[in-house]
């Protein structure tokens, strides 16, 4: 699992602008993936699960809790996007929330993420706002948009 890490923290650092905070550190990352309810999941440029000494061209960090799943982290390596990888990270999304038995998907993110498009092309809905929640650039305050959708 370290190596699926090392792997994950790369993709982070190059997609995750500073300017927002929002990239989790390392050891964030592990302690979520010690609680056992949050669950990940690695794509290479070709779409399938890097393998070996394989980079990974982004990722997805998931919390599930009794019959919902929450998309905690997603990003694609610069370099790697409009490849249709995010597609591919949510279909792997939904899919291990349904074998946890998860029947919504729930995700938040800020106000202006680009990355909004992909959560409407997988029918994610806009179900509530919380105001001024981010810090963006230069102290300004940006509301976190949650989003949800149910699960055949």
């Excluded at 799943?69 to 349904?98: I, K, N, S, T, W």
């Excluded at 810090?135 to 305050?141: A, D, K, P, W, Y």
């Amino acid at each position: 699992m370290s190596d699926d890490i090392d792997k994950l923290m790369a993709v982070m650092t190059a997609a995750f602008d500073p300017a927002y905070g929002e990239a989790w550190t390392r050891r964030q990352i592990e302690d979520a993936l010690l609680l056992g309810s949050c669950d990940y999941a690695l794509v290479g440029a070709d779409g399938a699960s890097p393998q070996g000494e394989a980079l990974a061209a982004g990722f997805f960090l998931s919390r599930h809790a009794a019959d919902e799943c929450e998309l905690l982290l997603l990003a694609v390596d610069p370099a790697q996007r409009r490849r249709g990888l995010g597609d591919a990270l949510m279909h792997r999304f939904a899919a291990q929330a349904r074998e946890r038995g998860a029947k919504r998907l729930l995700l938040e993110m800020r106000a202006g993420n680009p990355a909004e498009a992909l959560y409407h092309r997988h029918g994610f809905v806009h179900v509530g706002t919380r105001p001024a929640y981010y810090r963006g650039g230069e102290g300004s305050r940006i509301d976190a948009r949650t989003y949800a959708r149910e699960l055949d």
